[in-house]
């Protein structure tokens, strides 16, 4: 049974970098065809994909946050990372990690962190 655990500050000043890690276990993040994905959630809207990081080390992130965001991974540890610069508090949110099952659904998810930008 693969489980995603989240893990980072709930609280970040704007013009920081928010950085949270999702620790895989019960599955490597290396596994063949798998990737695995940040999404986020803001209160009252519905779920934003950031972007993903594929078994090969390849990243694909969303337009829309492409230019602030970098997912990287720590294979020795199976975690993989989130880091979004500047933020502002448009990006408070629950924030998940989760494993792709195709484009646009994940099979196993993190429990979501809640992230508040905020002086």
């Known amino acids: 049974q693969v489980q995603l655990q989240g893990s980072g500050p709930g609280l970040v000043k704007p013009s920081q970098t928010l950085s949270l890690t999702c620790t895989v276990s019960?599955?490597?993040?290396?596994?063949?065809?798998?990737?695995w994905s940040w999404i986020r959630q803001p209160s009252g809207k519905g779920p934003e994909w950031i972007g993903h990081?594929?078994?090969?080390?390849?990243?694909v992130y969303s337009p829309s946050f492409r230019s602030r965001t970098s997912i990287s991974r720590d294979t020795s540890k199976n975690q993989f990372t989130l880091q979004l610069s500047s933020a502002t508090p448009e990006n408070t949110a629950v924030y998940y990690c989760?494993?792709?099952?195709?484009?646009?659904?994940?099979?196993?998810w993190g429990q979501g962190t809640q992230v508040t930008v905020s002086s």
């Open positions: 989760a494993r792709d099952l195709d484009s646009t659904t994940w099979d196993y």
């Open positions: 990081i594929c078994y090969d080390g390849r990243t």
């Open positions: 019960g599955g490597s993040i290396t596994t063949n065809y798998y990737c």
